[in-house]
């Protein structure tokens, strides 16, 4: 099994920054891609960043500018850098890990979650 440990959120005023961690162990062996996605009570989960082993980086459109994600894959681990934190950035956030296996689409797996809250 593959286990991804998250750490770095916290509470911040609007416009200060966190750095988020995330941190995978076990059974790694073909990794696509690693990210971010955010979830709030009572609405759809949200994909905020992702980076492919080869370092191809992708970011929805509201973070695009403020946010920045970056790997280690020797370490198996990924960050999230966010500044200019936003009251609407207020979410869980999950770390993903996405790894080729016998099906064609792969498998998925994420993380126990970190919570960040903006607000003054």
């Known amino acids: 099994q593959v286990q991804l440990v998250e750490s770095g959120g916290g509470l911040v005023q609007p416009g200060g920054s966190l750095r988020l961690s995330c941190a995978a162990s076990?059974?790694?062996?073909?990794?696509?891609?690693m990210g971010w996605y955010r979830q709030t009570p009572g609405k759809q989960r949200e994909v905020v960043a992702t980076i492919t082993t080869g370092g191809t980086t992708n970011y929805v459109s509201s973070v695009r500018g403020r946010f920045t994600i970056s790997r280690d894959n020797d370490k198996n681990t990924i960050y999230l850098e966010m500044n200019d934190l936003k009251p609407a950035d207020t979410a869980t956030y999950y770390c993903y890990l996405h790894q080729s296996d016998k099906s064609p689409h792969g498998v998925n797996y994420w993380g126990q979650g970190t919570q960040v809250t903006v607000s003054s």
């Open positions: 076990g059974d790694i062996f073909s990794v696509n891609a």
